[in-house]
């Protein structure tokens, strides 16, 4: 079964908020930017770094947004429901 892009985000989210951490690090302590080539000189990169990790990780937001409308809309009908397992929790 393919994963949902709610799943993908659930799953990466450690990761990006670390590096996304790191690279923030970089910038205010060391004023590193994330430089593209372009036009065979570098320039700042016009993508923010969540831009470049949800690339980097395969996200969508726009889809991800698209799966929260269709769940929300699910729970609001009645199509779906919370489910609570005990051995989670």
């Known amino acids: 079964m393919e994963k949902t892009m709610m ?52 996200i969508d937001r726009v889809e991800a947004e698209r799966e929260q409308r269709i769940i929300s809309e699910e729970f609001k009908s009645g199509k779906r429901r919370l489910s609570y397992n005990p051995r989670r929790a």
Not at 25 to 46: D, H, N, Y
Request: net charge negative; with cysteine.
């Open 7 to 58: 799943d993908r985000i659930k799953s990466t989210c450690c990761q990006s908020y670390a590096i996304g951490d790191f690279v923030e690090w970089l910038s205010k302590t060391k004023g590193a930017q994330i430089m593209v080539c372009a036009r065979e000189e570098f320039v700042p990169s016009p993508l923010s770094t969540q831009q470049l990790l949800d690339e980097y990780f395969g």
